[in-house]
Structure formats: structure tokens, C-alpha cells
């Protein structure tokens, strides 16, 4: 049965990786797989883990209706499954056009569930409302406990106000326990 999974976690937590591994498993079993983000993420032209991991990949922007982007790919060559990483940078109206891809083949999203405010993405929250599948990538603080909060951070302090959406990797966020993130706040 084709489903709609979210699988999220904080920065660092593997997210990209595992959608790149899973991707491969897919390609080694002769499956054809659309791999697409959101084209905010400017890093690349490439879905790139930290570990070196990278595959090209196609890219949508807010308007794009990822329905007939689907079936724009699936008319050149089937699509057996459709994989987005950064998948909190969809809109509510993408994530509603995804479940409706699941009528067709699975389709499975990686991101973070909440910005650097402790607050959902707009995609994040409609996956959590739809998805079939919630999977959550568990990370560590470094203190040791699971990390849950995407601190950004600018000259190594964090910052709780700006636009919801910087793009950055280790050089601008962390991913903190809910501890270490009031402590640091609070100093």
C-alpha cells in the first residue's frame, strides 16, 4: 500500500543521509525514484548530506502543483516513488498534493518539524496531519540527551527572533536538548 511518510528531526540528525540511502535502495532494487527539494535550499544543485553523500535531484518552488510535477517525470519515465528532502519548506497545498500522489506510489519527506522559534514549519504541521508514517531521525545534544530544538545561532549565541527561514548548516544552527537550549538563552 502506497503512504505518505514524514520523517523529521533536527539539524544533524541524518535526515538528507537517510533520504540519499533510501534512494539507493530503491534505484538497487530497479525502482525509478524522482528526488526533488524545495528550491529555497540554494546550498546545491545537489541534495548533499554531511557525511558526503550528494545525488542531483530536481527542485520546486512554492507554486509549483508537485501533482502534475509528478506526472510531468512519470510521462518521460515511470515514477515508482517520490522522495523530497527539506520537506518542511513545503506548503500546506503541496503536502495535501502529496497525499494525493500516495493514490500512485509512495511518497516519503524528510525535514525538520520546528523552526529555530520551537514553532512548526507550514509543511511540517499538514504532515504531521496527513502523513500515514511520523518517524522521528533522533539526534544528540552535546550534553548526551536527544536533541529537540534547531538553535540558530549568530557569533555563537542563540537568536529567538528573524525570518523563520535562514538557510545554513552547522556554520548557523544546532541541534540542542530543550536543557542546554534554556541554559544557553538564559545567559
Known sequence: MNKLYFKYGTMGSSKTAQALMCRYNYLQKNFNVLIAKPSIDVRSKNIESRIGLSSPCETFDTETNLIEFYKWFDSIKKVDVFIIDEAQFL????????????????????????????????????LVELAD???????????????????????????????????????????????????????
Open 133 to 187: 508514517s511520523l518517524m522521528e531521525i533522533k539526534s544528540v545534544c552535546k550534553c548526551g540527551r536527544k536533541a529537540t530544538i534547531n538553535a540558530r545561532k549568530i557569533n555563537g549565541k542563540i537568536i529567538q527572533e528573524g525570518e523563520e527561514i535562514a538557510i545554513g548548516s552547522d556554520e548557523k544552527y544546532e541541534g540542542m536538548c530543550y536543557w542546554c537550549y534554556k541554559k544557553e538563552i538564559n545567559n
Open 91 to 126: 506548503t500546506a497545498s503541496q503536502v495535501n498534493e502529496l497525499k494525493e500522489i500516495t493514490k500512485n506510489i509512495p511518497v516519503l519527506c524528510y525535514g525538520l518539524l520546528t523552526n529555530f522559534k520551537t514553532e512548526l514549519f507550514e509543511g511540517s504541521k499538514r
